[in-house]
């Protein structure tokens, strides 16, 4: 992630959680990630979210998978402090202040990795799917959910900076499988009516 987005989301962490987006966005933009997680990955016992902001899908996930052990990583340490002091687990749930291109994780340990509304900050989005892919397992799934680049937001999406963070479904599959990623599926996530605005694809370590 850029250092102006972490000092960005260093002054948002306080009140990320009341946010009115919370509620309206990124709550049925988790809920849709976790029922996904339970149909293409549903014997899972280890999950890492990369961009974990304030812990807020790792606690869904606390409630759908009982059984699992929770890591979330983000480089902001605002967000990662409150996402400790907002922990239902007991502190079960395991934080670390990281960019996903430099996770401290073990090698091969996780059956799911997620990234939900935050692949768009990343600075090195290839080397963060590397990463990604270096810590799942054999048979692992990446679910990745963000905005994609689709014909009506051609416009939106023009200046150079968003070109470089913000792609088209055939650019993130090439990323994908250069990262050790097979069998990308798309799946719609989030609509406003007709309109789609967040998609997931989920994608296999082989």
Do not use: N
């Not at 091969?108 to 997620?114: I, K, P, Q, S, V």
């Not at 990745?144 to 913000?166: E, N, P």
């Not at 650019?171 to 719609?188: D, K, N, P, V, Y």
């Amino acid at each position: 992630m850029a250092d102006r987005d972490v000092q960005r989301f260093d002054r948002w962490a306080p009140y990320y959680d009341r946010s009115w987006t919370q509620r309206l966005f990124f709550r049925p933009v988790h809920q849709g990630v976790l029922d996904l997680a339970a149909v293409v990955a549903p014997h899972l016992s280890t999950i890492v979210d990369a961009g974990c902001g304030t812990g807020a899908l790792l606690r869904l996930a606390a409630h759908r998978f009982p059984e699992a052990e929770l890591v979330g990583a983000d480089p902001s340490a605002e967000m990662i402090r409150m996402a400790k002091g907002a922990d239902s687990r007991g502190g079960r749930v395991r934080f670390v202040q990281a960019h996903a291109e430099e996770l401290p994780l073990p090698s091969g340990h996780f059956d799911l990795a997620l990234s939900t509304i935050s692949f768009h900050h990343w600075a090195d989005q290839s080397k963060g799917l590397r990463e990604v892919s270096r810590v799942l397992a054999s048979g692992g799934v990446f679910l990745l959910a963000d905005h994609f680049v689709i014909s009506w937001q051609r416009a939106f999406f023009v200046g150079r900076r968003r070109k470089q963070r913000f792609h088209t479904r055939g650019e993130i599959a090439q990323m994908l499988r250069e990262a050790g990623f097979t069998r990308c599926r798309w799946h719609a996530l989030y609509k406003l009516g007709p309109l789609r605005i967040v998609d997931a694809v989920s994608a296999r370590k082989d």
